[in-house]
């Protein structure tokens, strides 16, 4: 986390506009000090990074339950979205399904997906059928539509394809490797990271995007950041180590 | 007489074209005053907007850099 967010801080440094974005399955698994504390350190270091959204994912939403996660996203700075987390048998999403944050003139829309399934007090529906009936609202509201989806690549791919409008996808689930993958669409896939037990958040996608004046996305440079022993540790994060236990 | 009956008819109007004229301005004023009212009323504007009403969009291009993570499962070590 500490190399993390000295990539972010870099990045501020270079007085561009950033978007800091998570595509879910980050608030905890198997490890202290998230799993102790329900997701409650990943927020607080979250907030220190300064992320403007997040999905979520049915790892996010599973082992904390509805009353757990509401505490959590109570505490976040950013929004945790979900465009197709329903409440079971109601019709009322655990969270908004999007934003829209402005950006010089522009307004940027994010929604967020997550994966099918269900959880004792969750049921996510069909990520597909909820970008077909959202993205057209937020349509409406941003000219630039990004999507933060946990509904894996597959699906992500069906979503560029039927659903008009979308600049970018950013991807989360295990899938091959870390890309930017140019969709028939003229969308773009981003993927930075594929998780396994004791190695994840390794990496970073960093893309440089530039858009049109009327939203449409021209040309994009994307890279993927390993973050390994060339990155310093961010002394704000070391801090927070050193005050945070862990194994 | 002449004169002055085609004088009156000038003055005063024919009156079944003024009524018309008037009934015709009203209903106007009707008809354009509930579309600026049914704009303006928020619950109406998604509706107005979905008849094809243009997205926002900026005056200038706009480059943004976006930086993303995934499925990080609340790591703090060995690294990211």
Redesign the interface.
Known sequence: ?A??AT??RE?RN?G????????????????D???KTL?K??IE?MNLMGYDAMAL?L?DISPLGLSALRQRMAEAKFPMLSANAYISGTKELVTKPYIVIE??????GILGLTEAGSTDEVMAIDPIQAAREQI??L??????I?VLS?AGPETDQQIADQVPGIA?I?????QQGAEAVGLPSGAIL??????SP??????????????????HL?KQDWRRVV???NWSDDPQIVEW?RR?P?P | MSHDSSTRDRAFGNPKRDLLLALGGFAAFVVLSFGVLVALNPANAARLRSLGIKSPSGEKPIEITLIHTNDTWGYTEPCG
């Open positions: 986390m190399r993390r990539v972010i990045e270079k561009q506009r950033i978007l800091v974005l998570d595509a879910g399955a980050s608030l905890l698994n198997d490890r000090p998230a799993k997701g350190s990943s270091i994912g790892l950006m010089a003139d522009h307004h940027v057209p609202e349509r409406r509201q941003a000219d630039i990004i946990h970018v950013v991807s989360g689930r295990n981003l993927h930075a990271d594929s998780a004791g190695h994840a958040g390794e990496n970073v996608g960093v893309a440089h995007l530039s858009f049109d004046k009327a939203g021209l973050l390994d022993g180590m945070t862990t």
